[in-house]
């Protein structure tokens, strides 16, 4: 499986972590002692959220934008290259876009 093979539904979202970050003088650090990103790009969402009258929640993000998540939010997915973090979450984990 792929990301590119997924429909999240309803409020979800498929995004991808942003990359480890090198220190200030260039060094890349391991993951083992640093806090992974919350910082993702927005691969695929699910088509809203139906409220309690039946109307349909439109999302508010949309594919390609960077967002800002909870800690602890999401669901990993693990895909066949394993060369990206991906996790689904829900709309209402994404605390903004980034600009």
Same mark, same amino acid.
């Given at each position: 499986?792929?990301?590119?093979?997924?429909?999240?539904?309803?409020?979800?979202?498929?995004?991808? #972590?942003?990359?480890?970050?090198?220190?200030?003088?260039?060094?890349?650090?391991? /993951?083992?002692?640093?806090?992974?990103? #919350? /910082?993702?790009?927005?691969?695929?969402?699910?088509?809203?959220?139906?409220?309690?009258?039946?109307?349909? #929640?439109?999302?508010?993000?949309?594919?390609?934008?960077?967002?800002?998540?909870?800690?602890?939010?999401?669901? /990993?997915?693990?895909? /066949?290259?394993?060369?990206?973090?991906?996790?689904?979450?829900?709309?209402?984990?994404?605390?903004?876009?980034?600009?």
């Amino acid at each position: 499986m792929s990301a590119n093979h997924m429909q999240p539904l309803g409020d979800k979202v498929l995004i991808k #972590r942003a990359n480890a970050k090198k220190s200030q003088s260039g060094i890349l650090l391991p /993951e083992s002692v640093q806090e992974k990103s #919350r /910082e993702a790009e927005v691969v695929a969402v699910g088509l809203g959220k139906y409220d309690e009258q039946g109307k349909l #929640r439109p999302m508010h993000v949309k594919v390609g934008d960077c967002i800002l998540f909870s800690s602890y939010a999401g669901t /990993e997915v693990k895909t /066949e290259d394993e060369q990206a973090e991906y996790l689904i979450i829900s709309q209402d984990d994404i605390l903004g876009v980034l600009v």
